[in-house]
Structure formats: C-alpha cells, structure tokens
C-alpha cells in the first residue's frame, strides 16, 4: 500500500518535470507548425552546462538557471533565423521540419560527445542543504522539491506571457490562424522567433534538473526526452501548450506506475499511450479535431 | 478491384529507363567485389537500394514520411531469423514469410495513414521503439534472443545470399519504374499533390495510399530479412537501428531526389560510399557532418540531385534546347 501512495507522490514530480521538459516542443509546434526533433538534444546541452557550472563554480542548479536561461535563449533566437523562416517557405514545412532538425539533432549529439565525452553523469543531491525534506512523514530528496517547484513556476511564467501579455496575444493569435494573424499586422518572424527562443530555453531548464529527478545526462540520451515529449505533448494536444500538463500528468502516472509494478515494460508505457492515444483521439485529450477524412 | 488499371497500355517506353537502371546496377554489384574486395559493403548497398525504393514509394509517391520506418526492416530481419532458428524452415520461405510480417504489421498501423503528417511521422517513430523494447525485452529472450541476439548459422551463405540481394536490389528499382509509369502511380502523385481533388474525382485516396504502404513494408521486409541472413547473427541493436535503417535512408532517398525514379538508387549509391568513406576516416565527427550535411540538403537542394542530373544531361545530349 505504501508503495502505491509512494508512487503517487513520485508521479506528481514526474509530471511536474516532464510538463516543462515538454512545453517549449509544443511552443514551437503550435506556433510554427514545425517540428523540432532537436528538442531532447537542448535538454541534454542545457543539463550538461549546468553540471559544467556546478564542479567549476558550485553553482547551485538554482543559480545555474540565471545563465542557463539567457543562454539559450540567444541560442534560440539565433538558430531561428537562418533555418525557420527558409524551412516555412518550402513546399511541406512540417515534413521538412522533421529532416531538418533530425540533422540539427545529430550535430548536436555529435558535438556533446566531443565535448563531454559518452560517460553519464549526474548533478550531486547534496547541492541543496539540507539532502531530504519530511513532507507529511515522506521523506523526499530536496532536489525534487526544487524540481517541482521550478517547473510550477515556469508554468506560471509561460501562462502569463500566452494570456496576460501582448505579445503573448499575437502568440496564440498566430497559433490560431497563421493567414489572419499575419493580415491583422502580427509580426511573425519576431512572435516566432521569440517562441522558438524560450522553447529553447524552457527544454534547457527542464535540462538542468533532469539529472535529478529522471535519466543520468548522456549524448545519447536526447532522444529519449525528445520521444517522451512527443509522447506527453500528443497526449494532451499538438499545438496547445497548456494541454502539455495534462499529458504530463498522464504520462507520469502511468510510467510511475508501471515503473513499480512491470519494471521490465516501463519504457514502453510513453509509446503504448502514445500509439493508442493517436489512432482512438488523434487530436490528443484535450485537442480539436486533427483527422482529415 | 481491376488491375489491369494500374498498368500502363505502352509497356514498351519502359525499355529505356529500365537499361539505364538495370545496366549500371549490375556492372556495380558484379565487378564491385572485384574492385574493392570487401562483399559486404556491396551487400548493403543492396539493402540500402531496396530500402531506398521502397521509401520512395511512400514517401516520394505519397508525401507521407514513415520517420520509423526501420521497423519493417527490423521485423522482416526477426521474421526470418525466428523461422529459420525455431522452425528450420528453408531461408528462401522464411524471408518471404519474415516480409509477409513487415506487410501485416504495415497493415495494423494503416489507420494511422488517415493522421496528417506529424502525427504520422511521429507514431511511426513511437511504434519503431516500442517494437525494439518489446524485442530486446529480456522476458522474450526464448522466443527473441532478447539483448543477447538472435542467430541462425545453419543456413549462412553469403555468396548466393550476396547474389540474391544484388538482382532484388535490380528488381525493386523495376518496381519503382513499373510503378511511377503505372496509373497506380500516377494515382499516388495526385494524391501527393492534391487529396482533396483526387477524393472528388471519386478515388479513394486512402486505398492507395494503403498499397503503397504495403508494397513499401514488403520490400523492406525482404531487405531485413536478407540482411539478417547475411549476418547469421545479429543484436537487436543491429537491425533496430533508427540512424542506419531509417535516417540515412531518408538521406539517401532526398539527395537522390524523392518520387523520381533514379534519383534513390543514384542517391543510395553516391551517399553510401561517401557514408562508408567519413566513417572509416573521420569516425569522430561523422555524426556532426552527416547532420550537417543532412541540414543543408534540405535548406538548399530539398528536390534532390536528380532534376539537376537531368538537367546536366539534357544540356549534353540536346545542346540547342530540346525544343
């Protein structure tokens, strides 16, 4: 029994995590139309530069955010304008998205490998003093709180900019209709630009965590994040950012669960929901219609 | 269904193309060995060609980008192997039946062809690594090999399996040709183009697109299972394989020129020697360029090389302009 409650006190973090490690992948879907395949690869950069900042400086992961953020943000905003704008004039942008960061995606890979070397490591739990917290007789790694915390504030964030600010109305404007969007004087490479920015900069903060609460940080293991963010942000609906937490919530509960009592099938849990997910309501949970006959 | 439809009433203005396809290949595949001596690089020039034509007609002819499409190769590899290991069944029933497989399974994801392009290319994805969990799964190590691998040395033979795939190479190049002059095919241009008008000239866009399917998982199927046999052992890694198996042949289908005929085969050919070039010299940063390399194709030459190689020979043989 205490295993079941444990387990769902786990999932709350996992899919508290997960919501920001997927939200800037469905940022740039909703906005764009495009698909960034590179999406797990900025995570994993983002984690990287975090475990760089803490053995150098002792950076708590906290006070890593304050760089990582403005970071890769730039990076952001300069990768928008030599690939975006090209790639949306061609004939078929989300097919050519695809290729385009799947190339984006193995340079990337490429470059961590080099730089980092293949080894896994890890941000150390003792970072934050004290190591555990008793939350209502759990005891639980600070980190995780930390983690969990973060998350919800940046979805706080990310709620304010969509619908309390200006240029967060244009977002959803462009999100809604690209052709009246445009005719209503949006503009767009700048709305996208900065969406495709802090896309970035969102799956490098989930970066910074993600050794704590989910897989050790390897090259390799973008992809996983980028799969698993597919997973969550089709689960609650392409193109909708904030359908992103309830495909989380999902996606959490049932690895969480399955991670206790299947161990062995654990990983395939994300592509099982996914699969049935798109062939019963491909338009996700919470989506509009998206078949076409 | 008549399928006297789906061929042209001229069979006779494929005798050109089909030489300029069949003669090259088969100059490369018998005198290839014989120049570098090392069959098994030819081998999978030969699995990649297959591969490549049958990308093609999914995606080239239909527009839809199968990402994991590795997984019919996959399966058609753990089709035969299963067969030949469990059941001793003879190599040339077993990867037919491990194709067949590819085919069935392409057949359970047909509802996903009525998603539009991203969920697509997505779910395709998901299925190819829910395949290579449940494959590599250690509680299916009796039936799979699990992590350990799947072997069948009775039955290795890599010169007449070598001969094999060299003529199924040549020949699912024919049936890209066959294809693209087929009213199949012209079928599945229009729908590429413009669904919409093709469902209102009261075809059923669905139902090609599902053959096209099938024929492409079948190829595939045959491609993995031949590959498998020329391996007599293989790790489940080995034919999972997303980068060789589904990405690079998207390379290879792209800079040869998606939906045209020579383009995959010359794409194929040209990529994979360059391919196997970077990776024995520059094995470190083959990632790195090769995902380079992949960004700028589809920046700057997304119809690939073919429309400009026509172009370079139309200026040689008609040097005035053709008209």
Known sequence: ?293 | MNFRHFFLKDPKRMWPEATMLVAPLAVLFILGPDIYPNQSIFLELAVFIMLADALNIVYGYTGYLPFGFGVFFAIGAYGTAILISHASWPVAPAIIAGACFAALLSLLFTPLLRLSGAYFAISSLAAFEAFYLIFSNTQLTSLTGGPYGISFTQVYNANLDYSVAAVLAIASAIVVLVISKSTFGIALQAIREDRFAVELAGVSSLRYRTYAWLISSFISGIAGGLYGWYQGFFYPEAVFNLTEFSVLVIVFVLFGGKGTVFGPVVGTVILFLVYEILTITFSNSLLIIFGLLLVVLILFIPNGIEPLLRKAADLLLYPDGRD
């Open chain 1, 1 to 293: 029994m205490s295993l079941f409650v444990d387990a769902f006190v786990t999932s709350i973090l996992y899919a508290a995590f997960f919501s920001i490690a997927a939200l800037g992948l469905n940022l740039v879907f909703g906005v764009m139309r495009i698909v960034n395949l590179a999406h797990g690869e900025f995570l994993v950069m983002g984690s990287y530069l975090a475990i760089a900042l803490a053995n150098s400086y002792g950076f708590n992961p906290v006070v890593s955010l304050a760089v990582v953020v403005p970071v890769f943000l730039a990076i952001g905003l300069l990768l928008y304008f030599p690939l975006v704008p090209r790639l949306q004039k061609s004939g078929d942008p989300e097919m050519s998205s695809f290729i385009l960061f799947f190339g984006v995606s193995y340079a990337m890979e490429g470059l961590a490998v080099q730089l980092f070397g293949v080894s896994y490591q890890s941000l150390q739990y003792n970072l934050f003093k004290p190591i555990h917290v008793g939350i209502l007789g759990y005891i639980i790694p600070t980190a995780w709180i930390v983690t969990a915390a973060v998350s919800v504030v940046a979805l706080v964030l990310v709620y304010f900019y969509l619908y309390r600010t200006g240029l967060g109305l244009q977002t959803r404007a462009l999100m809604i209709n690209r052709d009246e969007a445009m005719a209503n004087g949006v503009n767009i490479n700048a709305v996208s630009a900065i969406a495709f920015g802090f896309s970035i900069a969102l799956a490098a903060s989930a970066g910074v965590f993600s050794s704590f609460i989910s897989f050790p940080t390897s090259p390799s293991i973008g992809d996983t994040f980028t799969l698993i963010s597919f997973a969550i942000i089709i689960i609650g609906a392409l193109g909708n950012p904030l359908a992103t937490v309830v495909g989380a919530v999902v996606f959490a509960y049932a690895y969480g669960y399955t991670e206790i009592y299947a161990p062995n099938w654990s990983s395939i849990v994300p592509f099982i929901i996914l699969i049935a997910v798109i062939l019963a309501r491909p338009q996700g949970l919470l989506g509009r219609k998206a078949r076409e006959f």
